[in-house]
Structures are given as structure tokens and as C-alpha cells.
């Protein structure tokens, strides 16, 4: 079946040290997206790559990076997590960018920051 | 910018149900995109239905229908017959820019049986 899978599903790092998380899809869609999901909260874009172009929101923290080395897979970088970057990260795609694209969600990985 | 309002944090309904989530929405642009998303405890947000703003006719998927009232900014999920595998927290989403989903706060559903 087609998905979008991310790994791990859970990911426990200390504070100060780097952490990657991985996305990959087998849909062959153009976007990707990451998705911070804080406690009780709803999900907030990071960014979207389109194809190899990245697009941050003005918000993003540069603590917050991302690479898409090819369609495939995605990976969120953050460079010294910190206690409130605990949250559940969560990858979709899209075919295209339009306002009728359904966004397909991975499972999520939940980051704890000790 | 565009905005999503759920009023109802939390919801019990008895099992068998029909039950409906209320969405209000806020945006300037004519042409816009309206999801309703399931998230269990899993944390994996499932898609359930989609309205577009130039939809003439009320989107239907299975036991999800949505209430589009396009002139009250107003796009209630409505469940029937629920299930106790319906128990999730329920998001109201609106795409801006065609890039981003925004998402309202959510209502948590719980199915008593």
C-alpha cells in the first residue's frame, strides 16, 4: 500500500543534541510537509519542500531545518532541541499545491527533550 | 490570514448516535479548501472528507457527511450511527495559499457505549 511512513515512531534525545527525523513516502507526491504538533494543540506548519524547493514559514525557528535529498525522503534537523521543541512531528504530502489536494499524513514521531 | 474556530473542546455521544462538530471558518479568498481530520491516540492524522468553496452540493464520504454553509463560514462534520472506533479527536482544517493546512483546536469525541 502507498504511505507515507516516519521513523522513529518515538525519539527521546537530551537537551543541546542534534536529532534527526525521517520521512519517506511511496506515493511519489511532489510536497512534503512537517508538522509540529505540540500537547493538546493543534498542527503547525514548519515547512514544505515542492519538488527541491524549500519554503519556510516566517515563524519557524532556525533551530529547525530540513533536507530533501531526493522524492522520496524527507528529514527534519533540529539542532539543539530544547525542553519546549517536545512535541509530535508529523510529515505529509501532496500531489501538488492547490486548495483541493488532500495532505496525507504519516504516523507521527513524538520527540522527548530530557 | 484564515481561521478555524471549534467551540466544542469535548463531546459525548452515546454509541449509535449521529453526532455533528461544529467548524467556523475565516478567510478573505474566494477559493478555498475545507478537511476534516481524525486523530486517535496514535497521533496519525487521518483524512476523512473534503469541501471546496465552489462545491455546489454538501461532500459525502460513507458515514461523514459535512454541512456547508457557505454564507455562515460554517463546515460541521456530521458522524451517524456512530462507533466506538469513532472516539478521536476530530480537526477542522482550512488550506491557505494552497500550501498550508490551518488547523482549529480540536474537539475530542468520545463514543459511549
Known amino acids: 500500500d502507498a504511505m507515507v511512513i516516519q521513523n522513529p515512531r518515538y525519539q527521546v534525545t537530551q537537551f543541546g543534541k542534534p536529532v534527526t527525523l525521517s520521512c519517506s513516502q511511496t506515493l511519489n507526491h511532489n510536497v512534503m510537509y512537517w508538522y509540529q504538533q505540540k500537547s493538546s494543540q493543534a498542527p503547525k506548519l514548519l515547512f514544505h519542500?515542492?519538488?527541491?524547493?524549500?519554503?519556510n514559514e516566517a515563524d519557524t525557528p532556525d533551530n529547525f531545518q530540513s533536507r530533501r535529498p531526493n522524492t522520496s525522503f524527507c528529514f527534519l534537523d533540529i539542532r539543539s532541541p530544547g525542553l519546549g521543541d517536545a512535541a509530535m512531528y508529523l510529515c505529509?504530502?501532496?500531489?501538488?499545491?492547490?486548495?483541493?489536494?488532500?495532505?496525507?499524513f504519516g504516523p507521527g514521531t513524538r520527540l522527548t527533550v530530557l | 490570514a484564515q481561521k478555524i474556530t471549534q467551540t466544542q473542546p469535548g463531546m459525548f455521544v452515546q454509541e449509535k448516535e449521529a453526532v455533528t462538530l461544529d467548524c467556523t471558518y475565516d478567510t478573505s479568498d474566494p477559493s478555498y479548501g475545507l478537511f476534516w481530520y481524525k486523530q486517535p491516540s496514535s497521533g496519525e492524522m487521518i483524512f476523512l472528507i473534503y469541501q471546496g468553496s465552489y462545491d455546489q452540493q454538501n461532500a459525502t464520504e460513507g458515514r461523514y457527511s459535512l454541512n456547508f454553509q457557505k454564507a455562515r463560514k460554517s463546515a460541521n462534520l456530521v458522524i451517524s450511527a456512530s462507533q466506538l472506533g469513532d472516539s478521536a479527536m476530530y480537526f477542522c482544517?482550512?488550506?491557505?495559499?494552497?500550501?498550508?493546512?490551518?488547523f482549529g483546536q480540536g474537539t475530542r469525541l468520545t463514543i459511549n457505549p
Open positions: 505529509a504530502t501532496s500531489r501538488r499545491l492547490a486548495e483541493h489536494n488532500e495532505q496525507f
Open positions: 519542500y515542492y519538488d527541491k524547493d524549500f519554503n
Open positions: 482544517a482550512i488550506i491557505q495559499g494552497a500550501q498550508k493546512l490551518v
